[in-house]
T-cell receptor, first 114, second 111 residues
């Protein structure tokens, strides 16, 4: 079965600094990888996905992620953090070959301080 | 284009009761998935329906059930509610395996 690990419960960065939220995955077939963001009392909002193609994926709000097959990682990055980026971030994986369900990591709470 | 609609937004039930939650997917989306989100357990997969058939199922007891109708709308039911069932229940729809669109969720509180 597919699974995701987000090794950091919390990430703190200063506004204007680059941010990285880490994600590693495990899947037996083809990895379809996703990042979602959740604001308080809201559902999950899609940020970006990797299905195939370029390893560097660009998404919403200036976020990007790099697919690294050898390290089975899909870290989320942003060159310059904003206070409004503070939220809960989830990495998710789906086995594109076996059409299994999507599994989520435990989430990483990002706090950007002014 | 309307998003994923979940009703009701908030619900308070008593232990032992049953509850039904509803999800209307984006028009044209045939896959609907349900997740339970709690502070301690994170996002736990409940089940996925595709064209009225349950395609995948998570590790939840039989008290949790669901169904999908011919118009792709889905319902999930929880019988004999327990305090631990208090959670945010999220529904997501998808057109392909390319990703989900989530609703705002139903906040269930069991007292």
């Amino acid at each position: 079965a597919q699974s995701v690990a987000q090794p950091e419960d919390q990430v703190n960065v200063a506004e204007g600094n680059p941010l990285t939220v880490k994600c590693t995955y495990s899947v037996s077939g083809n990895p379809y990888l996703f990042w979602y963001v959740q604001y308080p009392n809201r559902g999950l909002q899609f940020l970006l996905k990797y299905i195939t193609g370029d390893n560097l994926v660009k998404g919403s709000y200036g976020f990007e992620a790099e697919f690294n097959k050898s390290q089975t990682s899909f870290h989320l990055k942003k060159p310059s953090a904003l206070v409004s980026d503070s939220a809960l971030y989830f990495c998710a994986v789906r086995d594109g070959y076996n059409n299994n369900d999507m599994r989520f990591g435990a989430g990483t709470r990002l706090t950007v301080k002014p | 284009k309307a998003g994923v609609t979940q009703t009701p937004r908030y619900l308070i039930k008593t232990r032992g009761q049953q509850v039904t939650l509803s999800c209307s997917p984006i028009s044209g989306h045939r896959s609907v998935s349900w997740y339970q989100q709690t502070p301690g357990q994170g996002l736990q997969f409940l089940f996925e329906y595709f064209s009225e058939t349950q395609r995948n199922k998570g590790n939840f007891p039989g008290r949790f059930s669901g169904r999908q109708f011919s118009n792709s709308r889905s319902e999930m039911n929880v019988s004999t509610l327990e305090l631990g069932d208090s959670a945010l229940y999220l529904c997501a729809s998808s057109l392909t395996a390319g990703g989900y669109t989530f609703g705002s969720g139903t906040r269930l509180t069991v007292v």
